[in-house]
T-cell receptor, first 116, second 120 residues
Framework: GDSVTQMEGPVTLSEEAFLTINCTYT??????LFWYVQYPGEGLQLLLK?????DKGSNKGFEATYRKETTSFHLEKGSVQVSDSAVYFC???????????????FGTGTLLAVQP | GAVVSQHPSWVICKSGTSVKIECRSL??????MFWYRQFPKQSLMLMAT?????????EQGVEKDKFLINHASLTLSTLTVTSAHPEDSSFYIC????????????????FGPGTRLTVT
């Protein structure tokens, strides 16, 4: 079945460092890809998404490019801040009928800790 | 953005009792809601898909008689953990799907803050 694999954490960085969190996927169709973020004590929030190959999702300085040839959707940010400390989840979803997303399949999550 | 609430945020119950968790979409109507379970330091595992006015669809390995899901209205879904045992202790998270207005735009899922269940 479909699955998502992301790098294990925790990832500890100093403020203003470059961030990469790797994510690869296995899917039979053409899934939509997502990054969700979970701040301490809060629910998951959609960070960015991409719905087809070569799409780049971006938000709040974070970027990820849908790479069909390598089945990857790595998350990057050029300069992290302490406020970026959170758990990041990579996820995929089938398109479903009419473009609707169906159930989400999540990776195991990567804890990012940014130190001042 | 769309807001999803869960109640309670945490609950402690005794083994053998039942616990109900509510999931509400506050500013949109959700025809579909999802229930997830998250173990410590692990990812979210989908338990079931809840469709308004119909029976929930459970994932393989999830006991439907133990985890009762009711989606009686377009803004409310409930998860009842029946005859809870310590192994049911976990973090339960719901999400609600916003139908949106454009057919070709993937529907967003909005997540609640989660409910921490501890069974003693």
């Amino acid at each position: 079945g479909d699955s998502v694999t992301q790098m294990e954490g925790p990832v500890t960085l100093s403020e203003e460092a470059f961030l990469t969190i790797n994510c690869t996927y296995t899917a039979t169709g053409y899934p939509s890809l997502f990054w969700y973020v979970q701040y301490p004590g809060e629910g998951l929030q959609l960070l960015l998404k991409a719905t087809k190959a070569d799409d780049k999702g971006s938000n709040k300085g974070f970027e990820a490019t849908y790479r069909k040839e390598t089945t990857s959707f790595h998350l990057e940010k050029g300069s992290v801040q302490v406020s970026d400390s959170a758990v990041y989840f990579c996820a995929l979803s089938d398109r479903g009928y009419g473009g609707a997303t169906n159930k989400l399949i999540f990776g195991t999550g990567t804890l990012l800790a940014v130190q001042p | 953005g769309a807001v999803v609430s869960q109640h309670p945020s945490w609950v402690i119950c005794k083994s053998g009792t039942s616990v109900k968790i509510e999931c509400r979409s506050l500013d949109f109507q959700a025809t579909t809601m999802f229930w997830y379970r998250q173990f410590p330091k692990q990812s979210l595992m989908l338990m079931a898909t809840s469709n308004e006015g119909s029976k929930a669809t459970y994932e393989q390995g999830v006991e439907k008689d133990k985890f009762l899901i009711n989606h009686a209205s377009l803004t409310l879904s409930t998860l009842t953990v029946t005859s809870a045992h310590p192994e049911d202790s976990s973090f339960y998270i719901c999400s609600a799907r916003d139908p949106g207005t454009l057919v070709n735009v993937p529907y967003e899922q909005y997540f609640g803050p989660g409910t921490r269940l501890t069974v003693t």
